[in-house]
């Protein structure tokens, strides 16, 4: 128990709250998506945004994006999007020159595996099979992303 007090102590990123800010799933076409012979695999395309707001006193608000589209031939099968959120805090700890990249990468981290709970339990609840996203390297869009001129913490 001490040790767990310990990391705790020292977590240099710490998740205030989680919430689902805008979720939708479309079926557009499930007749002929269940009632079709074809057993070829879907193409499953899967976009991710991670973007921040500055609130204030090392706390902001980070929103992960989903975008996710499944087609097996020319038949959307279903269209999946999700926008996830949390209100995190750096600790002072960090340098001020760290603190985007951890609300960026390592909040992005902390909150990837309940994202993607979501997205497999609404695409199973939806008639198909749960998809289970990879995991994300946020490290890596971190990067592509402030390579852009509008990305960053607001």
Known sequence: MEQANSAANNATTIVRAQYIRDLSFENPNPLAIFTSESQDQPEISVGIQAKAQNLGDRNFELILDFNIDAKR??????????????????????????????????????????ARNIIADMTRDGGYPPLMLAPIDFNNLYQQQNQQPAAGLN
């Open 73 to 114: 031939a020319q038949d959307t099968m279903f269209i999946v999007e999700l926008s996830y959120g949390a209100v995190v805090t750096v600790s002072e700890d960090v340098a001020e020159s760290d603190v985007q990249r951890s609300v960026m990468v390592d909040a992005a981290h902390l909150l990837f595996p309940f």
